[in-house]
């Protein structure tokens, strides 16, 4: 059965290399938002520019040398980046006004946050402790957050598209 299969001829026609030539598409796509017909779609400063003003116009939300040759542990810092996005989102949840930046010197993190005063004052200092102290345990280094407040969510719109 294998050497009928084998000699018929579909089966050499396959061994042939065919070149496909297509289109070449430039089309840069990601990290673009597109526009809405009524344009009220808000976009902070940090979504407005685009994927290659990077460095440019606006600076990266990850702050730290172990990417560079030599450096140590790349991969499980960009995994506690993550986590520590994560963990802020679920924590500050639905109080975020902008992308959670971090910034590491040394083997100290600082978490940068804007967040919108929509809880009391009391409330915030206590996440404020509860979020240092339980990443400083997880991560065994120091954690410091940097908190700017807003009245509303208006105030970190950059334009509308």
Known sequence: MLRKLLSTPTLTTINQRCIATTAVNLKVQSGRYRITPKKDKPLTYEMANPPHFIAHRK??????????DGGLRPSETAIEDIFIRR???????????????????????RVALIIRQ??????????IGYCEELLSYWLQCPVKLEIQTIGDRKDVVFKYI
């Open 118 to 127: 929509a809880i009391s004052p009391r409330k915030v200092y206590f996440l």
């Open 59 to 68: 600076s990266w939300n990850s702050w730290n040398t172990s990417t560079i």
């Open 87 to 109: 963990f802020m989102i679920g924590t500050w949840h639905s109080l975020l006004g902008a992308e959670v930046i971090i910034k590491r010197q040394h083997n100290m993190v």
